[in-house]
């Protein structure tokens, strides 16, 4: 016979857990269903460079998610009773350049204009102003980041009654370039601002980015800066693992869910891989990419032709990104400073055309590898390996279509990208010879679609955030989270706000909930 819950959730990375979580708190009988062996998606640690040493798979630096009251307000005890730590390090991120010159990003305002004034004063200046222009749009936009977007031509009137409004809505169409061109001379602090833009995995020239900038500028300061968990940046998907099932959820790994019934045009039950019907009474939230959702998991013959035709035009991001995890003997000694405190380093061209022209490489398809990110956590976290040791996280955009043999190349030569990325490492610091590395691991953008299916060409943002596809018209115009199919809703990347450790699962499920008659704003009092 087949087993029955409340709530069926596809898919167990931190949104969908999160999401769920919620449905818990709430009452409800909730089962996962991870295909994976353990839980969280993109958001997982795992001992792959060498034993013993922890590296962050996909997810490392958590930004976004320290402005969600999940976090703010530990709405599920994840702090205070489920083990999550974080540490919040002065030194939030450095930009490097080749003649190791280098711009520090500190949680202290002040702090970060000296290190500004070292390049421009005047920049120095106008970034206080910036940061002083956006801090009260902050609050605004974390409220529509962390709850459910309205209909965008609703948010775009509304915004438009306001002298306030109607400048944050034309910064929105702006990209990330045009922002900072606009408030910066220097090109070291234009390249250190649009790269935040470039997170996204798009541009900085692309139009819509620029609100990465609207948020960070201001949220690195106000709320303690970017994160990193103790033992782990899983260690956020294991806290709300372990709230689940001290409230009663259910979850199941290794369990691949193929097939949605649907009956009268309401989803009922779902189908693992091995044949086994899983029933639910209330809902099935999907946390896949919609592509994978639709049509094939629910069949075409329940939807209309015009939806079908709408998802398959989504749009995948502008490309993908490739990791190199290191087992250190000794953390990384950059040339650039005496101290080697740099946390979080982003390698970049000084000439900030030459910056820029590393997106079009990537989006024609074409190797780059002058932007190098790269991130020694053991420095505030020694958990994460032996004692006395280190590990490294070597970050880097890379086309996942290649120009030149498309994402099959990959295995053939991402063991030589690797090593030109290693190289450049070692030109900025002193000790970063095969002596120091233990062991190493390297994953391509091809490699990251076949671990995490989810993660179509290798994008861990589901689909590009584009205009078109933020905020009320994420994934769609009107369906956001729910679908055509009654009972069937979305969450992940693929919905509001997006990609990246935001915690968006608090925005998603507040949409099944209000369709389950439940108050979320009374659940969270």
């Known amino acids: 016979m087949a087993k029955e819950y409340d709530v069926v959730m596809i898919g167990a990375g931190h949104n969908g ?28 640690t795992l001992e792959v460079a060498a034993p013993g040493f922890k590296s962050d798979i996909c997810s490392t630096f958590h930004v976004f998610i320290q402005g969600n009251p999940l976090i703010r307000n530990d709405e599920l005890d994840l702090q205070s009773k489920y083990g999550l730590k974080y540490i919040l390090p002065d030194n939030q991120s450095t930009v490097l350049f080749p003649d190791d010159t280098y711009i520090t990003l500190f949680k202290d305002v002040d702090k970060t204009c000296q290190s500004i004034a070292k390049f421009s004063e005047k920049d120095a200046d106008n ?95 106000k709320y303690g800066g970017a994160g990193y968990p103790v033992g782990g940046s899983g260690e956020l998907s294991k806290s709300v693992e372990r709230f689940i099932l001290a409230n009663g959820g259910t979850i199941r ?33 999907s946390n896949l990419h919609i592509k994978q959702l639709f049509p094939g998991m629910v069949g075409k013959e329940n939807l209309s032709e015009s939806f079908i035709q709408q998802v398959a035009r989504t749009q995948s991001s502008g490309f993908s990104c490739m990791n190199i995890h290191l087992a250190l003997n000794e953390a990384p000694k950059y040339i650039a400073t005496a101290e080697d405190d740099f946390l979080f380093v982003e390698f970049s061209p000084l000439s900030y ?36 040791k280190h590990v490294l996280y070597l970050y880097h955009y890379e ?66 955030h584009f205009m078109h596809q933020t905020l009320g018209n994420r994934p769609l115009p009107i369906y956001n989270v729910r679908t055509p199919i009654d009972k069937l809703y979305m969450c992940g990347p693929s919905c509001h706000p997006g990609g990246g450790i935001s915690g968006g699962g608090r925005a998603q499920v507040q949409p099944v909930m209000e369709d389950l008659g439940i108050d979320f704003l009374d659940l969270i009092k």
């Not at 030589?416 to 290693?422: N, P, R, S």
């Open 353 to 388: 055309e030459k910056y820029l022209r590393c997106f079009d490489d990537l989006e024609y398809g074409h190797i780059n590898t002058d932007l190098i990110l790269s991130v020694c956590n053991t420095q505030f976290d020694p958990t994460r390996a032996p004692e006395g």
């Open 253 to 285: 790994c290794d369990s691949l869910v193929e097939k949605i019934n649907v009956t009268g045009g309401e989803a009922k039950s779902v189908v693992l891989s091995d044949g086994e019907e899983i029933i639910a009474k209330k809902a099935i939230i």
């Open 17 to 44: 857990l999160i999401a769920g979580a919620y449905l818990v708190k709430a009452g409800l009988n909730v089962c996962f269903l991870e295909q994976a062996p353990i839980v969280g998606g993109g958001n997982i």
């Open 127 to 221: 970034y206080k102003k910036c940061y002083e222009w956006c801090l009260p749009l902050l609050d605004m936009l974390t409220e529509g980041m962390f709850n459910p977007a309205p209909d965008f031509g609703t948010f775009a009137s509304l915004l438009s009654q306001s002298e306030p409004g109607r400048g944050l809505l034309r910064t929105m169409m702006q990209s990330g370039k045009d922002f900072a061109d606009e408030w910066f001379e220097s090109s070291e602090l234009r390249i250190l601002s649009t790269r935040w833009a470039s997170e996204g995995l798009l541009s900085p020239q692309t139009k819509g980015t620029a609100i990465a900038l609207l948020m960070m500028i201001p949220l690195i300061h």
């Open 399 to 464: 086309p996942y279509e290649l120009a030149d043999g498309g994402p099959e190349k990959w295995d053939e030569i991402k063991m030589d990208v690797a090593d030109e990325i290693l190289a450049k490492l070692r030109k900025q610091t002193t000790n970063m010879g095969d002596d120091n590395i233990i062991g190493k691991w390297v994953e391509s953008p091809l490699d990251i679609e076949r671990r995490t299916k989810s993660m179509l060409r290798g994008d861990f943002m589901h689909l590009g």
